[in-house]
């Protein structure tokens, strides 16, 4: 399981080490020959949001190799650090919160980290004078899309891609959102779809894609992985029922 001790004390350190399923923080706890030890695999990002930014832009089909980019609502830091796997240039850290984004990022010295920061009145000033953007990447609570792909327009190169999770229990409005915060109608998806497509093509971005996302979120709600062009008026064909359908395979969200 562990090539030396050195290597097992790392891992049980790091939380990967479970004795009889349950999580072993000491490393100097003796175990029976009929304890059950296993290993759980380490993350490849240091939230599992990064599994999504992960998905998103192979699914789209994105090449980010040099990019600037700026990740709205960067909270740990699972797509930041996604971004960064994926060999962008430099990431813009955005969040209203402090003291989330995980260590390992804040030493990146490709990373700018704003804490403190809401990204609805984002500017390039604000990002130090920095040229236009390249990409950016949302995944934010408690606030709808438009509101942050407005100021967006404003720091995004012509063409530039933005990657946004669509949160329907943050776009439907409460009195269609079920009891613990879940979304678990398919015609509410539909809307919710239908409004933020609709939304983004007025702002002038073009619509080049949406997938439904690997991981539910934390309530166990379904959400959406959206692919834009800013100042673009490319549209692509998007069969909102078929995206929605693909959701709803295996019956009730609840899953």
Partial sequence: MAETRTRAQAAIMAGRVLVNGRLENKSGRSVKASDVVSLVQPQPFVSRGG???????????????????????????????????????????????????????????????????????????????????????????FIGLRLLLTPLLGIMRPGGTIVALVKPQFEAGPKKVGKGGVVRHPHIHEEVLHKVIGEARELGYGVQGITVSPIRGAQGNVEFLLCLVAHSGCQAPIDIPAVVADAWKGGDTDG
């Avoid at 740990?76 to 650090?81: K, L, M």
């Avoid at 995980?102 to 030493?107: A, E, I, Y």
């Avoid at 236009?132 to 995944?139: F, N, T």
């Fill in 51 to 141: 599994l999504k930014l992960d998905f998103a832009l192979r699914e789209f089909g994105l090449e980010v190799s040099g990019w600037s980019v700026v990740d709205i609502g960067a909270s740990t830091g699972g797509f930041t650090d996604c971004w960064l796997k994926h060999g962008v240039e430099r990431v813009y850290a955005v969040d209203v919160g402090y003291g989330q984004l995980h260590w390992r990022l804040r030493q990146d010295e490709r990373v700018v980290v704003m804490e403190r920061t809401n990204a609805r009145y984002l500017t390039l000033e604000a990002l130090g004078g920095a040229g236009a953007l390249d990409g950016a990447s949302i995944d934010a609570s």
